[in-house]
């Protein structure tokens, strides 16, 4: 497919008559520093489009980011090679005070399955080099590798995990949840947050910036495009739906800056802007015939967590909580639930992929406990997305997540309490960048009394690659060897394949 002069102006056009505010922006010649000091990234790709995102930010931790409260022309071009001889697509953009500068622009008329380059241009500054990928085209059935990672606490431990993925040969990177912490803990610190627990948009604005100034985790953004959703830390520690951990008043107006401001530091479509406290962002991309990936959003609509500790919202664990076997409540809302068993019943693809938060295999604890705050929290709900899943022939569904800060490799099933019971999917869970996990004999304590988890390790810090092909997907779990040095070496601690059709992951 080529594209021709005529398409390229009109879209040119089109995207110069759709910024309104277009004749109000100034064209500042000059910052008092380099404006791209946050990198440049993409994600969401479609076979014909990806969304390029960058930040201008001169002082980045400073309120207002270091510019005047005005919008500023961004320039962009995306070429078919590094040293920009062959630009296909170029535009203008405003970057508007209303979103901290930030632009998102979703660039149409791309070719499946090629390799972009990109970058921007402000003032007399020019960004870093980005490269990109779109997604395959609607009917190809070529493989498809990705890498998953989630939790990157920055006060205990570098991002080296993310300067080895942006090494890897992948399609995309997605990202599961807790990109920023909203407050300090853990032990052995390796470096500082710019300041105490956030709660405004300026101070959210202020963090996501303190974390996107690291150079490991610009370099894997601006290798690959990435695809997102968030935990809780985006906002609040265990934060349900409209209720905060410790029941502070006006959560509702705290979760409206923490959602702008991840709008406005993730490359992300511009129809995913944020209406005061809501923010629809789970939805579906589709590689070729190969996978769908079914992103999942389990904290905004979700039922506030049963039976939790006295004056407290938030997680608990619990044991005699008859409530939390309600089929009325959901982890991701009825509206959610509903679209979700619809893309799945329409899913053209070998691999459906569940991209979500949390574990969602069942851990009882010892005294048969559970952990109210992840599926276990709501386990009528995990059923009917199993039963949701399984009902495809051939079913090949790859559940990926995060937040637990450890790798779980564990078979799916209707009923975890009958040994018998089918596998209907496969989860893998991935371990954290950075954040502290739980250690040996605690995960080694869940495994023993949960046959259905294959693996289980907490003491790694990485991300997780996966290859889907037309009969079977590869998974490694890569490790840093550390996250206290920024200098650690990676290698795979263990590797499993999961055959299409054939539910529940092997060691290979
Ligand atoms: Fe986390």
């Known amino acids: 497919m080529t594209i021709s002069r005529r398409t390229f102006l009109n879209g040119s056009l089109a995207m110069l008559l759709g910024s309104a505010s277009f004749s109000q922006v100034g064209a500042k010649n000059s910052f008092s520093s380099y404006p791209f000091k946050l990198g440049v990234a993409s994600g969401y790709p479609r076979p014909?489009?990806?969304?390029?995102?960058?930040?201008?930010?001169?002082?980045?931790?400073?309120?207002?980011?270091?510019?005047?409260?005005?919008?500023?022309?961004?320039?962009?071009?995306?070429?078919?090679?590094?040293?920009?001889?062959?630009?296909?697509?170029?535009?203008?953009?405003?970057?508007?005070?209303?979103?901290?500068?930030?632009?998102?622009?979703?660039?149409?008329?791309?070719?499946?399955?090629?390799?972009?380059?990109?970058?921007?241009?402000?003032?007399d500054a020019v960004s870093p080099v980005g490269r990109t990928r779109t997604a395959p085209a609607p009917d190809s059935l070529s493989a498809v590798s990705f890498g998953f990672a989630s939790c990157q606490m920055y006060e205990q431990g570098y991002f080296t995990a993310h300067r080895h993925m942006a090494q890897e040969d992948l399609d995309l990177v997605l990202f599961l949840g807790d990109y920023i912490y909203e407050h300090s803990w853990g032990d052995n610190l390796v470096r500082k947050h710019e300041g105490p627990e956030v709660y405004s948009l300026d101070q959210y604005r202020s963090r996501y910036a303190c974390y996107k100034m690291d150079a490991d985790l610009q370099a894997c953004h601006a290798r690959f495009p990435w695809v997102v959703t968030w935990d809780d830390h985006e906002v609040d520690n265990d934060y349900a739906n409209d209720l905060a951990e410790d029941l502070e008043s006006n959560f509702l107006s705290r979760r409206a800056a923490a959602y702008q401001a991840f709008y406005e530091h993730m490359p992300l479509p511009e129809t995913f802007a944020p209406h005061s406290s809501d923010m629809q962002i789970y939805q579906a991309l589709d590689f070729g015939k190969m996978a769908r990936f079914h992103v999942l959003d389990d904290r905004q609509y979700r039922d506030h967590e049963v039976c939790p500790k006295p004056g407290r919202g938030g997680s608990n664990i619990v044991a005699d909580c008859p409530e939390r076997l309600d089929p009325k409540r959901s982890i991701l809302g009825f509206k959610q639930e509903d679209w979700l068993a619809k893309s799945l019943k329409d899913s053209p693809a070998a691999w459906d992929v569940i991209v979500q938060q949390t574990l969602m295999a069942q851990v009882v604890r010892p005294g048969r406990k559970f952990w109210t705050d992840g599926w276990d929290g709501y386990p009528a709900a995990r059923k009917r997305l199993l039963e949701a899943a399984s009902k495809r022939a051939g079913t090949s569904t790859l559940v990926v997540g995060g937040d637990i800060h450890a790798y779980a490799v564990a078979d799916l099933k209707l009923d975890f309490d009958d040994a018998r019971a089918p596998v209907v999917a496969t989860e893998i869970c991935g371990t954290s960048i950075s954040s502290q996990g739980p250690d040996l004999k605690a995960t080694e304590g869940w495994m023993q009394a949960n046959p259905h988890i294959k693996y289980f390790n907490g003491t790694a810090r990485g991300y997780v690659t996966v290859t889907l092909k037309k009969e079977e997907a590869n998974i490694a779990l890569r490790a840093i060897e550390t996250e206290k040095k920024p200098d650690a070496s990676i290698n795979t601690v263990a590797s499993f394949v999961v055959e299409r059709g054939k539910p529940g992951a092997k060691r290979s």
């Not at 320039?75 to 090679?81: A, F, V």
């Not at 001889?85 to 090629?114: C, D, E, F, I, N």
């Open 48 to 123: 014909d489009s990806v969304v390029l995102w960058t930040r201008l930010a001169p002082e980045p931790i400073k309120v207002g980011g270091g510019i005047s409260p005005e919008p500023l022309e961004v320039k962009w071009e995306m070429s078919l090679d590094e040293g920009f001889l062959k630009v296909v697509r170029s535009g203008k953009k405003a970057a508007s005070p209303r979103y901290a500068h930030s632009v998102h622009v979703q660039v149409p008329g791309l070719r499946p399955s090629t390799t972009y380059y990109y970058r921007f241009f402000a003032g």
